[in-house]
Protein backbone atom coordinates (compact mmCIF):
# COMPACT_ATOMS: atom_id res chain seq x y z
CA UNK A 1 0.00 0.00 0.00
CA UNK A 2 1.16 3.56 -0.10
CA UNK A 3 1.47 5.78 3.03
CA UNK A 4 1.23 9.42 2.81
CA UNK A 5 2.75 11.47 5.77
CA UNK A 6 2.03 15.06 5.92
CA UNK A 7 3.25 18.22 8.05
CA UNK A 8 2.46 21.85 8.34
CA UNK A 9 -0.85 23.47 9.67
CA UNK A 10 -1.55 25.43 12.86
CA UNK A 11 -2.95 28.41 13.95
CA UNK A 12 -2.46 31.75 11.93
CA UNK A 13 -4.33 35.02 11.97
CA UNK A 14 -6.07 36.14 9.28
CA UNK A 15 -3.42 37.69 6.29
CA UNK A 16 -0.91 35.43 7.21
CA UNK A 17 1.01 32.32 5.52
CA UNK A 18 1.14 28.56 6.68
CA UNK A 19 2.50 26.09 4.43
CA UNK A 20 1.61 21.99 3.97
CA UNK A 21 3.82 19.42 2.80
CA UNK A 22 3.24 15.15 2.11
CA UNK A 23 4.99 12.91 1.30
CA UNK A 24 4.52 8.76 -0.13
CA UNK A 25 6.19 5.96 0.30
CA UNK A 26 4.51 2.59 -1.12
CA UNK A 27 5.58 -0.44 0.72
CA UNK A 28 6.22 -2.21 -2.79
CA UNK A 29 9.26 -0.01 -3.04
CA UNK A 30 10.71 3.19 -4.51
CA UNK A 31 8.03 5.34 -6.12
CA UNK A 32 9.04 6.18 -10.09
CA UNK A 33 5.93 7.94 -10.58
CA UNK A 34 2.57 9.48 -8.72
CA UNK A 35 -0.66 10.41 -11.52
CA UNK A 36 -2.04 13.04 -9.27
CA UNK A 37 -1.47 14.53 -6.17
CA UNK A 38 -3.89 17.21 -4.59
CA UNK A 39 -4.88 18.82 -1.23
CA UNK A 40 -8.79 19.05 0.16
CA UNK A 41 -9.90 20.48 3.17
CA UNK A 42 -13.21 20.39 5.73
CA UNK A 43 -14.50 22.80 7.20
CA UNK A 44 -16.47 22.30 10.54
CA UNK A 45 -20.09 21.63 9.21
CA UNK A 46 -19.21 21.38 6.04
CA UNK A 47 -18.32 18.36 2.77
CA UNK A 48 -15.13 17.78 2.13
CA UNK A 49 -13.80 20.00 -0.89
CA UNK A 50 -11.25 19.85 -3.78
CA UNK A 51 -8.62 22.70 -2.89
CA UNK A 52 -5.58 22.41 -5.63
CA UNK A 53 -4.21 19.38 -7.35
CA UNK A 54 -1.81 18.87 -9.90
CA UNK A 55 -0.73 16.05 -12.27
CA UNK A 56 1.15 18.54 -14.80
CA UNK A 57 0.23 21.64 -13.89
CA UNK A 58 -1.56 22.84 -11.36
CA UNK A 59 -5.59 23.31 -10.86
CA UNK A 60 -7.23 25.17 -7.64
CA UNK A 61 -10.64 25.78 -6.53
CA UNK A 62 -12.08 29.32 -7.24
CA UNK A 63 -11.78 31.01 -3.58
CA UNK A 64 -7.97 30.22 -3.50
CA UNK A 65 -6.71 30.84 -6.77
CA UNK A 66 -4.24 33.60 -6.48
CA UNK A 67 -3.57 33.44 -2.85
CA UNK A 68 -2.44 28.74 -2.59
CA UNK A 69 0.13 27.78 -4.29
CA UNK A 70 0.71 23.72 -5.04
CA UNK A 71 3.43 21.94 -6.05
CA UNK A 72 5.66 18.87 -6.42
CA UNK A 73 8.77 17.33 -6.18
CA UNK A 74 8.09 14.20 -8.05
CA UNK A 75 12.08 12.91 -6.98
CA UNK A 76 10.54 12.81 -3.56
CA UNK A 77 7.20 11.77 -4.41
CA UNK A 78 5.97 14.83 -1.96
CA UNK A 79 3.64 17.47 -2.61
CA UNK A 80 3.32 21.00 -1.10
CA UNK A 81 0.60 23.88 -0.89
CA UNK A 82 1.51 27.14 0.27
CA UNK A 83 -1.21 28.81 1.79
CA UNK A 84 -1.24 33.37 1.71
CA UNK A 85 -3.36 35.84 2.23
CA UNK A 86 -5.50 32.83 4.58
CA UNK A 87 -8.74 34.20 5.72
CA UNK A 88 -11.08 32.84 8.76
CA UNK A 89 -12.82 31.14 6.23
CA UNK A 90 -9.70 28.90 5.17
CA UNK A 91 -10.00 26.99 8.40
CA UNK A 92 -10.28 23.62 8.33
CA UNK A 93 -8.66 20.20 8.24
CA UNK A 94 -6.57 19.54 4.95
CA UNK A 95 -5.75 16.45 3.26
CA UNK A 96 -3.48 15.55 0.90
CA UNK A 97 -4.48 13.12 -1.53
CA UNK A 98 -2.94 10.84 -4.33
CA UNK A 99 -3.90 8.45 -7.36
CA UNK A 100 -1.86 6.63 -9.55
CA UNK A 101 1.38 5.21 -7.98
CA UNK A 102 3.71 3.55 -10.06
CA UNK A 103 6.60 1.41 -8.20
CA UNK A 104 8.71 -0.56 -9.69
CA UNK A 105 7.02 -3.60 -8.99
CA UNK A 106 3.48 -2.28 -8.62
CA UNK A 107 1.00 0.30 -10.01
CA UNK A 108 -1.87 1.48 -7.29
CA UNK A 109 -4.20 2.63 -9.38
CA UNK A 110 -6.49 3.74 -5.86
CA UNK A 111 -6.89 7.39 -4.22
CA UNK A 112 -4.76 7.42 -0.61
CA UNK A 113 -5.19 9.46 1.69
CA UNK A 114 -3.11 11.33 4.28
CA UNK A 115 -3.98 11.71 7.87
CA UNK A 116 -5.74 15.39 8.74
CA UNK A 117 -3.94 18.51 9.27
CA UNK A 118 -6.01 20.91 10.73
CA UNK A 119 -5.42 24.75 9.71
CA UNK A 120 -7.31 27.40 11.80
CA UNK A 121 -6.91 30.94 10.68
CA UNK A 122 -7.92 33.74 13.00
CA UNK A 123 -9.74 37.07 12.50
Known amino acids: QVQLVGSGGGLVQAGGSLSLSCAAS???????????MGWYRQAPGKQRELVAH?????SYADSVKGRFTISRDSARSTVYLQMNSLKPEDTGVYCC????????????????WGKGLLVTVSS
Open 97 to 112: HVRGVRTYSVYHDHDF
Open 26 to 36: AASGNIIRITD
Open 54 to 58: ITGSG
